[in-house]
Structures are given as structure tokens and as C-alpha cells.
């Protein structure tokens, strides 16, 4: 595990003797962007969570309306072991994805979408939707009025919620027909636990009850869950004397288990098919907790345990690592810029700080049936260790190990050496089929800047030991997919690539300017583990490394890739990422980049790019360029530019459409440029160097780090 070096010690007391007059007050500043609604906002639910399991709310504090929330942030409950994968009746094979391309003037296959006959269609899907992440349960409150009919969301009046961010617990407070309730909920920080307690008169009249609903899944895309009659739970135990009750659940592949402990009296029946109802008997108060687990559980936790281990775990973690203050700035964005810091670490440490790459809508609901695209996992996880807490980045890496020969498999499959790092997958590493997926390749460094990361926060033999294998494997294979061209004595990437900005035909596309940089520093970066090992560099390494094609230019600016000439006049190709800027932005000064080409080419995406047809992480993307490029300006405006995809909504999440409406890419990678405009970059001098220096920021921070 990631210790506190002496070097990391001393580096950050540097940093805060060099740019922190005075200790700042966590707690005020963390506390005054607490989330405070008075409204039914469906994209404003809440969330509780501890980075493998998350619950998320609506205004009663619980998922009593999940129908409701369904359009907008839907009330979901999702963990990392949470998956389900379908049987394969029709005894589909993967191999029935792969389709043959001529790439190096040899046969290689990807698995691609592909609707050529019905039966390799039926494959493609199968291996897509399978695993798929579930929904585990909505847990709820059915209200009634007075007349005896079940209360709709409409009858709730007088609402305050308010998601304490110190604490991680929500107080939700409503009124139905003039009664008062008022709920507290809380998540564990070690395990898969809900707390809730419940106050109000309705509990005397009978007219508040609970609900466990479990929705099936139905292995689509966006998978909500459906409330159909097919039944895969029932009551396995009810011991009234300890006042507890478990529901199992049996779906295809995928046993698990709730269960409820109260403390009062209460009844738990079943009332319909996936359908449960904690009655209470008990007056004005009542509590109980709910516990998800995939093993046999006879863990029994209490209200208090779980607001305690919510409070302790998140005072912990704002006292820890990285802070930034905007206190006295007169930029009237400063106070918006500081709230969207806090609850981007709120909800990057509660949805993406777990033991698996986190898909992009994190734990709230599924996106791409629940996988993770690892190339994304770059925006989800570096900001973890630029803002002093490596050691949530470092959860994760396990989990490239563990699915190190599957990526090695992958890449034999094609002839290449080493591992090539899979795109889009689940828990158990296997590629899903994509038509654009299967050919990106910036998901390939991105191991070597992990690893790096860690060697930067603890800089010992014992980091370069940990991680050595899947650096050198993840190099082995950018020095074999790098073609040589004997004509032009050079190393060329594709074609046989759509880059990340993915608007290119892969068979097309090749040289990518982002690419290509990053190719440049994380061969060189592996060749200098190679060196703090004592290890010899081979050959091939230094050729490929030396031999490397020049990043591409036309008319003094950076193409996005050696093909497409018409990058600037194509309006296609002025769409999606403009991730040639990652060349420098992501990505430190190569030797490959010319300065003030880069300046050109930024100049010309700021101007002409269409910008209403971009990501989330484009604009911190933007930011880091323009921070490193001397333009602090254009850094602030980047990460306040008026485009619908770089909107953050009440809860802090970074909204892009109706089918994304959370999109966490956004969230790291706001706070991956906010370090990098604050603390810089290796060998960089400058205080606050993406930031004005006109006054209209005031600026305190401590802890941060700088980036390569």
C-alpha cells in the first residue's frame, strides 16, 4: 500500500510553506457547499456511498418514488460485485465476433458490431450486454393520506434536504397533509450498508410503512431495472426476536442477499413478487438498516454503527490530502468553481474510488450495460493523486493484474507482443464487442501513468517492484504495434486506429498527433523504470522510441491525424474531442512538440471548434492546454465555457444529455486541471499558473501535487 514517503512529506510541506499563508478551515469550506434542496428536482438526487456501493435518493431521503426519477438521475443501488450475465442458450462464441482486416499487410482480427447474418448479430449483443451490472434494490417509503390512498409526489409539500458533506448523511425533511417527517440517511464506509431513520407522527397513524422492490434487469444499454412479475426473491428469514429479516436473490449468475434490522418492533411481509414491506410498530421514531452482500451475511449493524462509520470515514477523508479556497476572490465564478471542486470530491471518492475501473456514471445507474472504458479510466482515477490521496487510485490497480492475461491473450490474437489493454469491459476483464472500441489505443499508456503516479507519491524500489510487470508488458506492446515504414525510416501507429477523437475510419487513420506524444512519453517513461531498476533497455525500445513519426503539421498547426488534411475544414472533424490538445494539456512537453505550433493549434480549436458537439472532460482538457501554453485566461474560461455538456447540476454532477445525464469523466477531470492551474507541473515555477494574475483571484491551497 501507498505509504508517506519522506519525499512526499516533504513536497507537500513545500507546497504549502510556498502557497498556503494560513492552514485553511476544512470543515467551513467543505460544509458551506453543502447540497440544499427545497424542491423536487429530478437531477437533483442525492447520493450515499463509499466508492464500492452507492444508494441514491430522491427528496424523501430513500427511493420511495424511483418511477419518477427515472428520466432524470434515476434512484439507483449498485456495487461493484453486483453483476448478472445471462445464459448463453445459444452457445454463441466469441470467436463469432471477430471480423479479418488487412492491417500491416497482414490478416489481424477485432471484435466488431457487425450486422451481417442474424447469428453473429446475436453474438455481438450477447458479448456486449454480457455481464451486466444490476440494480440491487430500491428501499423506500410507501406514504398514505388520510383517506387511506397511496400519496403521490405531488401530495409532498414543504420540502428541505440537505446532504451534509462532512458527515455523508442526508436529512430530508416534507410534509404530507400537514404532517412533518424528517429522515436521516447514511452508508457505511466499510461495507454495504444503509442506515435510515425516520421520524414523524405518520408512523402512529399507520401511514408510513418501508419497501425493499427488487427490479429485475432487463441487460439493456441504460438498465434501470424493470418492476415485471418475474420473481427472484423471496423471505428466506424472519427472526422476530432479533428484529431481522433477509430477502435472497437468485438471478442467473449472481446470488446475494438483504438484510433488514430494525430496532422496535415491526413486520416484515412479502407482498407481491420482488415486493417487501417493513411495517412498524412503533410511535413518532423508527430505525433500521439494510445490508446488500454476495456472501452468506449474518452481520448485523446498527443506525448509530452506520452513521458513525459514515461520519468518521468522510471527516477523514476531507481531512486528508488536497484542498483549494477561493475565499476573497472577486471573480464572480470563483464561489462556483469552489463548489464544483467539493462535489466533485465528494462524488469521485463516493462513485470511483472502488477495486475496478468505474464505468462513467459511476454507481448510480447503468451506462454501456454497466462497464468501464478503460480509457476513461485516465479522467476517473489521476486526480486521486494529484490531490494527495494516491491511495484511491491505487485500489484499482490490482485489478489490471488480475486481467493481465486476457489483455495478453488479445494482443497474441493479433500477433503482438505484450498486453493491449481492453477498451470496454467488465468486471472479468473480457473485451465487448465495438466498432470503434476494439481500435482506440490511448487507453494503452495509461497504465505506465498510473504507475508513475504511484512511483511519484512513494519513489522506492518496493513501487517499481509492485508494478513493473504491466509496465513493461503494457510497452512491450506499443513497441510492437508501432509499424515500420522502410520507405520513410520511420515508426508509424495505424492505420488501424481511431484515435480518441473518435471521428476517423480506423483502416484510414493513422499517426494520430495525441497518439503519437503519448507513445513518446510512455515508452520513455518505461525505459526510465527500466534504468531505476538497473535493468537493461532493449534494443527494439530505444529504435521504436528514436525512430517514432514527427507529430503531424500542415499550415503551422497540428493535425488530429497525418490523413485527415482536412482536419480544420471538414466540419465533421471539428467535432468530439479535440484531444489533439491533450498533446500538451494531459500530456507534459515531448520532444516531439514544437511550443508554438501548439499555441497555433490551440488558437484555431478556441476559435473554430464546434464546441456544442463535445464531452465533459473536453473543457479541463482545454484548461490544462491553455494552463501550460501561459494562457490562465482561457484556462478559466475552458472550464466555465457555456455549452450544455459542461453543466453541473445541483448534486455536483457534470450533466451531458438525457440518456447521461451524469457523466464522472466530467467531475475528475475538472478537478485534474483545477490542480494542475493551482500546483502546476514538474519543473514548473510559476505560482498558480493557470489562474489570472490580475487579483480577481484569491487563492489558498494546500497538499496538491504537481503533474509530469
Known amino acids: 500500500m501507498i505509504k508517506k514517503s519522506i519525499y512526499f512529506i516533504l513536497l507537500t510541506c513545500i507546497s504549502f510553506c510556498s502557497y498556503a499563508q494560513q492552514k485553511i478551515n476544512r470543515k467551513a469550506l467543505v460544509t458551506r457547499h453543502n447540497v440544499l434542496l427545497t424542491t423536487v428536482d429530478t437531477l437533483g ?23 419518477y426519477y427515472k428520466e432524470g438521475v434515476p434512484l439507483g443501488t449498485e456495487s ?26 497482414r490478416d489481424i482480427t477485432y471484435s466488431v458490431q457487425s450486422a451481417k447474418d442474424a447469428r453473429r448479430k446475436g453474438a455481438i449483443e450477447y458479448f ?15 406514504l398514505y393520506k388520510k383517506d387511506g390512498s397511496k400519496a403521490t409526489i405531488s401530495d409532498i409539500s414543504q420540502i428541505n434536504q440537505e446532504l451534509n458533506l462532512w458527515t455523508g448523511v442526508i436529512k ?50 441504460s438498465d434501470f431495472g424493470t418492476f415485471t412479475k418475474k420473481n427472484s426473491s423471496y423471505i428466506a428469514t424472519v427472526t422476530e426476536k432479533n428484529n431481522t429479516a433477509t430477502i435472497n436473490r437468485q438471478l442467473d449468475s449472481l446470488r446475494y442477499a438483504i438484510t433488514l434490522a430494525w430496532d422496535t418492533q415491526a413486520t416484515m411481509v412479502n407482498k407481491g413478487n420482488n415486493y417487501f414491506q417493513l411495517q412498524p410498530n412503533t410511535k413518532r421514531n423508527f430505525s433500521f438498516t439494510c445490508n446488500f452482500n454476495s456472501q452468506k451475511n449474518d452481520t448485523i449493524a446498527t443506525f448509530k454503527d452506520i452513521t458513525t462509520s459514515s461520519k468518521d470515514g468522510w471527516e477523514s477523508f476531507w481531512k486528508s490530502g488536497a484542498a483549494i479556497d477561493f475565499t476573497g476572490s472577486t471573480d464572480p465564478r470563483a464561489h462556483e468553481l469552489e463548489r464544483r471542486i467539493i462535489l466533485s470530491l465528494y462524488l469521485t471518492k463516493l462513485q470511483c474510488s472502488g477495486t475496478i475501473p468505474p ?9 454501456w450495460y454497466g462497464k468501464e472504458h478503460l480509457e476513461m479510466h485516465w479522467w476517473h482515477g489521476v486526480h486521486f493523486a494529484l490531490w494527495g490521496r494516491p491511495e484511491l487510485l491505487e485500489r484499482s490497480l490490482p485489478w489490471y493484474q488480475q486481467v493481465t492475461n486476457k489483455a495478453k491473450k488479445r494482443a497474441q490474437r493479433q500477433g503482438f507482443e505484450g498486453v493491449r489493454w481492453q477498451k470496454m469491459t467488465g468486471p472479468y476483464g473480457n473485451e465487448s464487442p465495438s466498432s470503434i472500441g476494439s481500435f482506440l489505443i490511448w487507453q494503452q499508456p495509461h497504465f505506465i501513468t498510473f504507475a508513475e503516479l504511484m512511483y511519484k507519491a512513494e519513489p522506492s524500489k518496493e513501487t517499481l517492484l509492485r508494478y513493473q510487470k504491466e509496465v513493461f508488458a503494457t510497452a512491450d506492446f506499443m513497441v510492437s504495434f508501432a509499424h515500420y515504414n522502410s520507405s520513410k525510416d520511420r515508426y508509424e501507429l495505424g492505420p488501424g486506429v481511431i484515435p480518441a477523437q473518435e471521428r476517423f475510419k480506423a483502416m484510414d487513420t ?47 498547426v497540428y493535425l488530429a491525424t497525418e490523413n485527415a488534411t482536412d482536419s ?7 467535432t468530439d474531442h479535440p484531444s489533439v490538445l491533450g498533446t500538451f494539456g494531459m500530456l507534459p512537453e515531448t520532444p516531439l512538440l514544437d511550443k508554438n505550433i501548439m499555441n497555433n493549434t490551440f488558437n484555431l480549436i478556441w476559435d473554430t471548434w464546434t464546441w456544442e458537439d463535445t464531452w465533459g472532460w473536453d473543457f479541463p482538457m482545454t484548461a490544462m492546454t491553455a494552463a501550460r501554453l501561459g494562457k490562465p485566461d482561457k484556462a478559466v474560461d ?31 477531470g475538472l478537478l485534474t486541471a483545477v490542480a494542475m492551474m493551482c500546483a502546476g507541473w514538474d519543473g514548473c515555477t510559476e505560482k498558480n499558473p493557470g489562474f489570472p494574475k490580475d487579483g480577481s483571484w484569491v487563492i489558498k491551497w494546500e497538499g496538491l501535487q504537481p503533474m509530469f
Open 45 to 67: 438526487s442525492l447520493s450515499v456511498g463509499n466508492g464500492a456501493f452507492a444508494y441514491t435518493t430522491d427528496v424523501t431521503g430513500m427511493q420511495s418514488f424511483p418511477l
Open 80 to 105: 461493484e460485485w453486483g453483476w448478472d450475465t445471462h445464459p448463453n442458450t445459444e452457445n454463441y462464441t466469441y470467436e463469432e465476433t471477430l471480423m479479418e482486416y488487412q492491417q500491416y499487410g
Open 128 to 142: 456486449r450486454a454480457n455481464p451486466h451490472r444490476i440494480q440491487l434494490g430500491n428501499v423506500g417509503m410507501e
Open 172 to 221: 430530508s425533511e416534507f410534509t404530507l397533509e400537514g404532517v412533518p417527517v424528517t429522515v436521516y440517511t447514511a452508508c457505511h464506509q466499510e461495507k454495504d450498508m444503509l442506515g435510515f431513520k425516520v421520524e414523524s407522527k405518520l408512523l402512529d397513524t399507520k401511514q408510513l410503512k418501508f419497501f425493499v422492490h427488487i427490479p429485475h434487469p432487463t441487460a439493456g444499454w
Open 359 to 367: 464505468q462513467e456514471t459511476g454507481l448510480t445507474f447503468n451506462s
Open 510 to 556: 493513422y499517426n494520430p498527433t495525441y497518439e503519437l506524444a503519448y507513445w513518446n512519453w510512455a515508452l520513455t517513461t518505461a525505459i526510465e523504470w527500466k534504468k531505476r531498476l538497473g535493468i537493461e533497455t532493449p534494443k527494439k525500445w530505444q529504435e521504436v522510441l528514436s525512430k517514432l513519426s514527427k507529430l503531424p503539421i500542415q499550415d503551422n
Open 568 to 574: 480544420y475544414t471538414n466540419p465533421e472533424y471539428k
Open 638 to 668: 475552458a472550464l466555465f465555457m457555456n455549452v450544455q455538456t459542461n453543466t453541473y447540476l445541483a448534486n455536483g454532477h457534470n450533466y451531458q444529455e438525457d440518456r447521461l445525464p451524469i457523466y464522472l469523466p466530467g467531475n475528475g
